[in-house]
């Protein structure tokens, strides 16, 4: 059973970059049947997609954060990490990692457990 | 992007009600819909994909229904465990989700 687990600083201050890894378990990152992705939600708030990344390295972005992120795979490590510049303190929230599926234009799932990143000097 | 609008947003239920929850689509997306279900404190976990599909696991009190712009999660009798927030999720282009349904105890 594949498993995602988020890392990283839970505290970045503003106008540093945040930067995130996800894990991968119980199956290869390198599946063409997936894409790999970075979700993100506010507290108290909902979800919103930040981008995906699939085992080439190939990758799409919301547009609206397109020049601030950057997703990239390490297939060796079976990980894929974001990075996220400049950032501000509407950027704190619970960052989730979760597996895509292609067929169907897929969904979500599994998703990792999240990794709450507070924004603040 | 494709915006999509989730009714209500807040809703009030007691166990054993059927619970309807709607998203509807900006445009067309087929069956490209998914519904997830939120606890507080956990990430999501996937209920119904490509719009009316039961995701392994999930209880057959929970159902999807639609196709094109309008969409509904049905729960046919509500137990404890599903008060929690729901989301509807378009795969059809850029991954956009619903604001949301918080299903509450009456």
């Known amino acids: 059973q594949v498993q995602l687990q988020e890392s990283g600083p839970g505290l970045v201050k503003p106008s540093q970059t945040l930067s995130l890894t996800c894990t991968v378990s119980g199956g290869s990152i390198s599946s063409g049947s997936y894409y790999w992705s970075w979700i993100r939600q506010p507290a108290g708030k909902g979800l919103e997609w930040i981008g995906r990344i699939y085992t080439s390295g190939s990758t799409n972005y919301k547009s609206s954060l397109k020049s601030r992120v950057t997703i990239s795979v390490d297939t060796s490590k079976n990980q894929f990490s974001l990075k996220l510049n400049s950032v501000t303190a509407a950027d704190t929230a619970v960052y989730y990692c979760?597996?895509?599926?292609?067929?169907?234009?897929?969904?979500?799932?599994?998703w990792g457990q999240g990794n709450l990143v507070t924004v603040s000097s | 992007d494709i915006q999509m609008t989730q009714s209500p947003s807040s809703l009030s239920a007691s166990v054993g009600d059927r619970v309807t929850i709607t998203c509807r689509a900006s445009q067309s997306i087929s069956s490209y819909l998914n519904w997830y279900q939120q606890k507080p404190g956990k990430a999501p976990k996937l209920l119904i994909y490509a719009a009316s599909n039961l995701q392994s696991g999930v209880p057959s009190r929970f159902s999807g229904s639609g196709s094109g712009t309008d969409f509904t999660l049905t729960i046919s009798s509500l137990q404890p465990e599903d008060f929690a927030t729901y989301y509807c999720?378009?795969?059809?282009?850029?991954?956009?989700f619903g604001q949301g349904t918080k299903l509450e105890i009456k």
């Open positions: 979760a597996r895509e599926s292609i067929a169907g234009r897929g969904w979500f799932d599994p």
């Open positions: 999720h378009q795969s059809y282009s850029t991954p956009v």
